[in-house]
């Protein structure tokens, strides 16, 4: 009896700390939950603050002012070598013109435009032959101006009977728009930017054949080359 009663007596504090050892164990993940969900709720201190924002954009800004100057020059640059491409074209379309005889010198029914002997650059658009791009008129800057020069005539020589060496200076329409002075200097598209508006942007030079009379185009090479006719006919 006695030993009955004691074992009753050490089986009660053993199935109570078993139920709180129990107890313990299956409180720790409740707990674990709920702090994990409790920092999911915590609101989140991260990100930009205005001053870091603030400093964001001065260096936008000023990397945008240093590198604005290149990019517009860069755009210049290539727009003044779209200029001076058609302005090549111009003097090319004015050369071919003159071969064939479709200007000739104080005809009504030719345009005006035909070679003078005056080297120096023109000081007004008058007697020059006008190449119009945009269909407004000469005015504009995306049209031109051609000057042709050749050497004078001697005597009575009409330069269409014996051909002649033909310099061709294609300038903007727009040059004549303002005041100043013309030069004779071709201009470079290589750190130019938009260019000189008063400098020719093509000089080119080229032999015209005579386009009437009975020469030929090689005796009248060979004259203007030897000075005399006769070395040319033997």
Known sequence: MNKLLKDNSYSQPLLFKGAKTETGFSSQPTESKSGSYAQKLKPQDSGYTIIESLVAMIVVSVLMIAIAPVMAYSVATRVQARRIELAAMAGRAYIDALRVGAIRPNDAKSPVGFPTDTAAAPTSSSGLYCVDTDGGGCASSKDFYIQGVRPPNTGTTIPTDTGYNLIVR?????????????????????????????????????????????????????????????????
Do not use: H, W
């Open 170 to 234: 294609v300038y903007r329409a727009d040059a004549f728009s303002s005041s100043g002075t013309l030069t004779t200097t071709q201009q470079s598209v290589a750190n130019s930017g938009l260019g000189n508006p008063k400098a020719p942007l093509v000089v080119m030079q080229s032999e015209i054949p005579p386009t009437t009379g009975e020469a030929s185009s090689y005796g009248s090479l060979c004259t203007r080359l030897q000075g005399d006719s006769q070395k040319c006919t033997n």
